[in-house]
């Protein structure tokens, strides 16, 4: 059966002696990014986290990777293609096994035979047309490739906790705007009596003062409760006792302002610092080996066998077995057809990596520049509404502004500084999605084609 196009120019995979051939996807990808990237003087390492400056955050990070479910699971995926690759290797040895036994006869007039024998069987497939060489070496690329899946599931978990952690600290800080915003409606309501009892303002305002502390209360007994679903949320995903991280998250506070890091330009250039984009290629790599596998069915297998036994008397076998696929009802071509099928879908699965890629980090780069500005935006909110808000209260204070009005530029202010909350979250989660995005500094290591 032929292969198809995209598949011709990676078979160069004839036999041990030759490397494996890294497909070329990127042809697919522009020579640049579309979004500007950022400029920054330190390089993307997986020490990164370190150097953002939260001691609390690093702390979670490092329980995460100690105690995480998923990044275990990760861990006994990759002790599992291990011991399969281990398993494919051995069929490429003979196979000897021994067998010892003793027996003691005893008849009615007292005779007494006793028995003694040893067997030793071995066997030998010789791989000829390369089955069980090419089984072995698709075993170790799979092998490689969930090594390189760990590193994806550290990268990913370690943004996930991130964004956990920015965003409890971010509901931390929503949640101090609301316990200030409530203690300011209470002293509103205290002003407010006084002034109704002096006649200077009229009663609806106490019944309006109150309406407003009741729902402050409401709005920050729910901002607590949704502070502490993200710490339960942050607990479940680092895999350790609620008691252990609220223990962590009681110390420290505020958002961390993320370590900017400098990326390569050239979309070519980050994808081999991509987990998923190697993971992909070796899964690739495997799939060709599995394809040269089932064409090798077609073909004559010889196995050399022979057995000693040693017993009163010796006698001893020896001789090769011709296997020859004469008629399995298409069976051996079906499987091939399948394996071809296989190695297409791995090499569409691969340049589709490598697209979502280039595509992810694009998107990171471009909300990250949306991110700044609007943090800058956020700042002048801030600033302005707090200006009008202090000339209201002064009027209201003198009688010239009704307590409507002084309520209605209180939650203006209060909205701004909880946009300019979430626009800190925000710049600091686009860095953490730039970070996955780009791999998260991770640099493949550098190993051998199997042989």
Do not use: H
Request: proline fraction near 4%; charged fraction near 20%; charge should be neutral.
């Amino acid at each position: 059966m032929k292969i198809a196009p995209v598949l011709c120019a990676v078979c160069a995979l004839a036999g041990c002696s030759v490397p494996l051939v890294r497909p070329d996807a990127t042809q697919a990808v522009a020579a640049r990014f579309d979004a500007a990237v950022p400029q920054a003087s330190t390089d993307l390492d997986m020490d990164w986290w370190s150097r953002v400056g939260d001691a609390q955050l690093t702390q979670v990070l490092a329980l995460s990777r100690a105690q995480s479910p998923d990044l275990r699971s990760a861990a006994a995926n990759v002790l599992s293609a291990r011991a399969q690759a281990g398993q494919s290797g051995a069929d490429l040895y003979p196979d000897v096994t021994g067998t010892l036994s003793a027996s003691v006869d005893e008849t009615e007039l007292g005779g007494r035979t006793e028995t003694r024998s040893a067997l030793l069987d071995a066997s030998w497939e010789i791989d000829l047309f390369g089955k069980l060489r090419n089984s072995a070496r698709a075993a170790k690329v799979r092998a490689r490739a969930e090594d390189v899946a760990y590193a994806g599931s550290y990268v990913s978990l370690a943004a996930e906790v991130a964004n956990g952690y920015a965003e409890y600290r971010a509901c931390k800080l929503v949640e101090a705007e609301y316990r200030n915003a409530l203690r300011s409606q209470q002293e509103t309501l205290t002003a407010t009596r006084s002034l109704v009892d002096a006649g200077l303002s009229a009663s609806p305002d106490l019944s309006l003062a109150r309406a407003n502390v009741a729902n402050a209360q409401i709005t920050f007994t729910s901002q607590q409760a949704d502070c502490k679903v993200a710490a339960q949320d942050l607990s479940r995903v680092v895999g350790v006792s609620q008691a252990q991280i609220d223990t962590i998250l009681a110390k420290g506070g505020g958002l961390p302002s993320a370590k900017t890091f400098r990326i390569a330009s050239v979309p070519a250039d980050m994808l081999r610092q991509r987990p998923d984009v190697i993971e992909a290629e070796q899964r690739f790599a495997a799939a060709l080996l599995d394809l040269k596998v089932a064409r090798a069915n077609l073909y004559p297998s010889l196995t050399l066998s022979g057995s000693v036994t040693q017993s009163d008397s010796k006698s001893w076998s020896f001789g090769p077995a011709l296997s020859l696929p004469i008629f399995d009802g298409g069976a051996a071509r079906a499987s091939v057809g399948v394996a071809n099928a296989d190695a297409l879908s791995a090499a569409e699965s691969y340049r589709s990596t490598v697209l979502t890629a280039v595509s992810e980090v694009d998107g990171a780069l471009t909300r990250l520049a949306a991110a700044r500005a609007n943090l800058a935006s956020a700042e002048t909110l801030v600033q302005q509404y707090q200006t009008y808000f202090e000339a209201v209260d002064e009027d209201w204070r003198a009688g010239g502004a009704s307590l409507l009005d002084r309520e209605d530029a209180r939650r203006q202010v209060q909205s701004a500084r909880i946009t300019r909350i979430s626009q800190r979250e925000a710049l600091l989660v686009q860095w953490i999605t730039l970070y996955k995005a780009v791999g998260g500094g991770w640099v493949p290591p550098t190993a051998a084609a199997p042989s």
